[in-house]
């Protein structure tokens, strides 16, 4: 499956951004949907998550008040929705997806398709 990112920006603390993540085929009951980031020197993050079957979530513990993620499926699309942004959550932001079990769905290792990034910066 081929993934598209976009949707992200610069934006000062306290805003909202929402990106999405097109795919090329249906994902609902196929993959695990995941949102990563990566700020400059620094290991690739888990996000959120959404299951393939289910519509269960899971987010990092700085994002879950704040970030939501969620599927249209009749466009293949995967959106993260971030409000009140803070400059910590810069980074180029990746979606990925997978089939990976439950326990390693927060592992980017777990999972085999991944687009291209979008960069996410946040002012103060």
């Known amino acids: 499956v081929q993934l598209q990112a976009s949707g992200g920006g610069l934006v000062q603390a306290g805003g909202s951004l929402r990106l999405s993540c097109a795919a090329s085929e249906r994902t609902a009951n196929n993959y695990n949907m995941a949102w990563f980031r990566q700020a400059p020197g620094k290991e690739r993050d888990f996000v959120a998550a959404?299951?393939?079957?289910?519509?269960?979530?899971y987010y990092q513990d700085s994002v879950k008040t704040r970030f939501t993620i969620s599927r249209d499926n009749a466009k293949n699309t995967v959106i993260l929705q971030m409000n009140s942004l803070k400059p910590e959550d810069t980074a180029v932001y990746y979606c990925a997806a997978g089939t990976s079990v439950l326990s390693h769905i927060r592992v980017p290792s777990a999972y085999k398709y991944w687009g291209q990034g979008t960069q996410v910066t946040v002012s103060s």
């Open positions: 959404i299951r393939r079957t289910g519509g269960y979530t």
